[in-house]
């Protein structure tokens, strides 16, 4: 839910329960105060009239009056008793419907006869009024919250305008850019500091980001520079003479150490680049022109190792990456599906629409979920000793880079690696 | 043929030094830029071989220098940064070649014959070993003046060894010469045999001497 929303739901809720309560009680109170108007009134005209009763001398003023009169009636012969007020619905005839009158009825002595007295007043005018009151009030009251809710929707608006701002900043930072990023200058303590946070956070991140990417680059610089000085070492070695049969074996040791050291090294520095995101340049790779292209540069060590190749290409495949890493993935696909292979062995290279799969025989079971993890080699009797232990892991990071989906799998005892490319929309 | 090597590592440099001078290189060295721009606007080089990361200043600025000096020198970069931007970079700048550390001096050797070759248009385009003449243009090889046909792995390979002529040269070196840059991350570097026992086959069945020595199974020379 919106922030915005969230707010302005309160105080909807908050409106509708006040209009809910406040227009019942309003009706009930207008109501009873006009009731005890009304009862007033009559109360004094029933008190009025007793006092008056000294001017009525015969029966027929008695009559006369009570006819005058029509809000009063005159009932003979009663009991004395104290006054009563009640509603009661009396039929008009003019109205030709029952409607409600509050009547008095009381006891009144004339020329020593007791008689009850009735006095009526009409409410249908109340009610009338009532009704006026309560539409006009209900209206006033819808009309000030949804004023209010307005008018808090549109501040809230323009107060939090700085907040999207920055929220939208965060959202397109990219680590490998430096963030020129416009903050929305705002009144508010809390969002220009929020800003200042933000921006040096930015600051910050791209600063640590060159920082690591420089260490990157003098790392390889100081390991490069001792692995070259001792692989001329051994060259030079290698030139001494006499040179014993020992001598050359221990040196051809030394030398294939020293270059799996520096494979090592490139390997690591090359998933330190992905991960800093260094590799910036995108464009539309062909991945099966690579393909086709890759297969042909190890297709003498494949037939060597008596490994025969299987390619079925459906049609070009084009994906938007780096061109570099693409065909990094595909070399390390390939140089685990020649190297963990048996003797005699097949590796089938298929590509469709949108993705890639490498498939080999190898050992006869299914391999762990821990083969992408760094460092990690299956246990087997395949003879593998030269692997850095590195190429899936840089094979998981391209894929996490650009949004492609790797799978595992093992099926008619082919061990299968799938890309699919169009995880996120990158194949065209 | 003179060389300038400018490299700030001393050990690294005394290596190449070794390997040059046995080539009958005449070699300078400079350990630093301003040494290196000393010795460039005093002396001419057939060669010189650059490192980016120099104490005083960056090896890429004295490339632009020594391009707009119009210098002939061919110029090699050997940088640790083995980075696609600085190779392009430097090639751009007018560099010839771009060797990444580590490297083998086999191979650095036979990058400088390849530059020098081809800065001097007038220099041979033949080599010569007894019976055995490479035609550099041509990429052919002839033994006792008839043509070998060799396989381009195979013309390769002898060159390779050739250049480096009464050196041992070890399998690894071989290997990663043979199949290029990206291949050099593989580890199974047996296809060479196939291709060494080949090229020997069809030398031998030209009447040519076996001039190519395996020695302990570390490497291989070119004994002339």
Known sequence: MKLLNKTTRSYLVYSFVILLITIPLFYFTIKSALLHAVDRSLKTQMRDIRANLSDIHSQNDLEAWSRLDKDI???????????????????????????????????????????????????VENEDLLGSILLVETLLLILLMGGVLLINRATSK?????????????????????????????????????????YNLFSRSYETYLQQKEFTE??????????????????????????????????????????????????????????????????????????????????????????????????ALTVKANRSLVEILIINLL?????????????????????????????????????????????????HTEGTGLGLAIVENICRLFDFRLAYGFKDNLHCFTVDFAADHHAT | MKILIIEDEQELLNSMLTYLRGENYVCESAASYEAARQKIESFSYDCILLDITLPGGNGLVLLEELKTD????????????DSIT???????????????????????????????????????????????????????????????????????????????????????????????????????????????????RKLHQAGSRDYIKSIYGMGYKFEV
């Not at chain 2, 119009?70 to 940064?81: E, R």
Request: glycine share 4%.
């Open chain 1, 73 to 123: 009636r005159l009932l003979k012969g009663a009991t004395r008793s104290s006054d009563t007020i009640s509603t009661v619905y009396l039929y008009n005839g003019r109205h030709r419907e029952k409607e409600p009158y509050r009547e008095i009825s009381g006891t009144i002595s004339v020329e020593g006869n007791l008689y009850t007295l009735i006095i009526s007043s009409s409410l």
């Open chain 1, 158 to 198: 323009r107060i939090w305008k700085p907040f999207y701002v920055a929220l939208n900043n965060v959202k397109n930072f990219e680590l490998n850019k430096n963030s020129n990023a416009e903050f929305k200058k705002s009144d508010i303590e809390e969002f220009e500091v929020l800003n200042k946070a933000i």
């Open chain 1, 218 to 315: 003098n790392a390889s610089h100081e390991l490069q520079t001792p692995l070259a000085i001792f692989q001329n070492k051994l060259e030079l070695l290698m030139q001494t003479t006499p040179l014993t049969e020992e001598q050359a074996g221990l040196i051809q040791d030394m030398e294939s150490t020293n270059l799996r050291l520096g494979r090592l090294n490139k390997s690591l520095l090359l998933l330190a680049k992905i991960e800093n995101h260094q590799f910036g340049d995108e464009e539309l790779v062909n991945v099966t022109t690579l393909a086709v292209g890759i297969v042909q540069q190890f297709s003498e060590q494949a037939s060597e190792a008596r490994i025969s190749i299987k390619e079925t290409y459906k049609n």
């Open chain 1, 335 to 383: 140089t685990n599906a020649i190297r963990y292979n048996r003797t005699p062995g097949e590796i089938t290279i298929a590509i469709d629409n949108t993705t890639l799969a490498v498939c080999n025989t190898g050992i006869n079971t299914p391999l762990d979920e821990k083969i992408f993890e760094r460092f990690y080699k299956a246990d087997s009797n395949i003879n």
């Open chain 2, 70 to 81: 119009n210098k002939t020198s061919g110029i090699i970069i050997i940088s640790a940064k």
């Open chain 2, 86 to 200: 600085d190779k392009i970079k430097g090639l751009d700048l007018g560099a010839d070649d771009y060797l990444s550390k580590p490297f083998h001096l086999s191979e650095l050797n036979a990058r400088i014959s390849a530059v020098i070759r081809r800065r001097h248009f007038s220099g041979s385009t033949v080599l010569t070993f007894h019976e055995i003449v490479v035609d550099l243009i041509a990429k052919t090889i002839l033994v006792h003046k008839k043509p070998v046909d060799l396989t381009r792995k195979e013309y390769d390979l002898l060159l390779y060894l050739a250049l480096n002529k009464n050196r041992v040269v070890s399998k690894n070196a071989i290997a990663e010469h043979l199949s290029g840059d990206s291949v050099a991350l593989f580890d199974n570097f047996d296809f060479i045999y196939t291709h060494m026992k080949n090229l020997k």
